[in-house]
């Protein structure tokens, strides 16, 4: 099967070669969440939010033919009056 995946924010830097963080991936039928991010080469302690087809989703989540992947990195912050 056939999708496509949306990398966001600092998740293009580990796709150098795709125009806008787009990737097209062939996987076999019956792959899920967990077997789209094994594709990629990001590091163990990356961590990722995975949308399918504009839902979150889960590692263990099905992917299917055509969907649309959205990878987006988690917005880390804080209250910016306690920084010091």
Not at 23 to 39: C, F, H, K, Q
């Amino acid at each position: 099967m056939n999708i496509e995946v949306h990398l966001h924010g600092g998740l293009v830097r580990y796709v150098p070669g795709a125009p806008r963080g787009v990737v097209r991936r062939e996987l076999p039928a019956g792959s899920r969440v967990v077997d789209v991010l094994a594709s990629f080469d990001f590091p163990p302690e990356r961590r990722v939010i995975v949308g399918i087809n504009g839902q979150a989703a889960g590692l263990e989540d099905a992917v299917v033919d055509g969907a649309r992947i959205d990878l987006v990195p988690p917005i880390s912050g804080g209250d910016a009056r306690n920084s010091t």
